[in-house]
T-cell receptor
Framework: DTEVTQTPKHLVMGMTNKKSLKCEQH?????MYWYKQKAKKPPELMFV???????INESVPSRFSPECPNSSLLNLHLHALQPEDSALYLC?????????????FGPGTRLTVL | GQQVMQIPQYQHVQEGEDFTTYCNSS?????IQWYKQRPGGHPVFLIQ?????EVKKQKRLTFQFGEAKKNSSLHITATQTTDVGTYFC????????????FGKGTMLLVSP
């Protein structure tokens, strides 16, 4: 199984809402990532978890809060987002957090903030 | 972080024509990866290059890593409509992080 799953596929939320994005992989990978991708732009790294510990936070605003409950699951909690946060949010995983490791991406959650 | 510059930003070809996208770095790369993202899809890993001067082929796709390990290219021979998508190169982030930085990507459109 080389699949990374993400839910929901689409999400529309108001600026006062609280919502969560979920990501799951069963490949035994110990590194998991959150990326943000705007239209016609490359994926932009937000967070990296290595062995369930947050190892990289790329200066992401605190309205985005990641969580790694176990080695297979990754969540991204959203609160008080802004319209400019509307984007495709991609989850990825790899064996370990190394630049030589292949990253497997999920299908993404397309988020619209009204 | 590591900057990998990718050109062209966009290319529109007729089916059957060849296509090449280039990735350049100002510093030596330990490795480079290539990903493809179809319209409405997510990035999918294509290949990784590690050795100086390395050339790898996948059917109609040829990947090269420069001798100085500062540039890479992806060449598609006789494009097909199924090749449509955005091709990203990704190199190591050199800010002490063991992860990737993606180039801006080349969007390929193939007309039948």
């Amino acid at each position: 199984d080389t699949e990374v799953t993400q839910t929901p596929k689409h999400l529309v939320m108001g600026m006062t809402n609280k919502k969560s994005l979920k990501c799951e992989q069963h490949m035994g990978h110990r590194a998991m990532y959150w990326y943000k991708q705007k239209a016609k732009k490359p994926p932009e790294l937000m967070f990296v978890y290595s062995y369930e510990k947050l190892s990289i936070n790329e200066s992401v605003p605190s309205r985005f809060s990641p969580e790694c409950p176990n080695s297979s699951l990754l969540n991204l909690h959203l609160h008080a987002l802004q319209p400019e946060d509307s984007a495709l949010y991609l989850c990825a995983s790899s064996h370990i957090a190394a630049s030589t490791d292949t990253q497997y991406f999920g299908p993404g959650t397309r988020l619209t903030v009204l | 972080g590591q900057q990998v510059m990718q050109i062209p930003q966009y290319q529109h070809v007729q089916e059957g024509e060849d296509f090449t996208t280039y990735c350049n770095s100002s510093t030596t790369l330990s490795n480079i990866q290539w990903y493809k993202q179809r319209p409405g899809g997510h990035p999918v890993f294509l290949i990784q290059l590690v050795k100086s001067g390395e050339v790898k082929k996948q059917k109609r796709l040829t990947f090269q890593f420069g001798e100085a390990k500062k540039n890479s290219s992806l060449h598609i021979t006789a494009t097909q409509t199924t090749d449509v998508g955005t091709y990203f190169c990704a190199g190591p982030n050199n800010s002490g992080y063991s992860t990737l930085t993606f180039g801006k990507g080349t969007m390929l459109l193939v007309s039948p």
